[in-house]
Nanobody, 116 residues
Framework: QVQLVESGGGLVQAGGSLRLSCAAS????????MGWYRQAPGKQREWVAI???????NYADFVKGRFTISRDNARNTVYLQMNSLKPDDTAVYYC??????????WGQGTQVTVSN
């Protein structure tokens, strides 16, 4: 069993910041990729950012320069620092982790709401 626990969502005004966390526990070792996705009402889930076990990162164009993904390998935790938030960033944010031994797993989602 693999558990992912997300935290850090909430309500923030445009231009503000939030930091999301996602901690993985259970039968998961040597996580290869950790990433964040989001799903806005009425839209499909979309990829936001990813970080490899070696620390390489990649971002969707719409968050480049505003969001930063990082990870703590010792704690199997991934973070998403979100700055300069816009109302269009309003969505449920999901973390995803992948390991070759345990496969892909999703967090339960955390709501981020950005007001004007």
């Amino acid at each position: 069993q693999v558990q992912l626990v997300e935290s850090g969502g909430g309500l923030v005004q445009a231009g503000g910041s939030l930091r999301l966390s996602c901690a993985a526990s259970g039968s998961i070792f040597s996580i290869n990729y950790m990433g964040w996705y989001r799903q806005a009402p009425g839209k499909q889930r979309e990829w936001v950012a990813i970080i490899t076990s070696g620390g390489s990162t990649n971002y969707a164009d719409f968050v480049k320069g505003r969001f930063t993904i990082s990870r703590d390998n010792a704690r199997n935790t991934v973070y998403l620092q979100m700055n300069s938030l816009k109302p269009d960033d309003t969505a449920v944010y999901y973390c995803n982790v992948y390991s070759m031994t345990a496969g892909s797993h999703w967090g339960q989602g955390t709501q981020v709401t950005v007001s004007n």
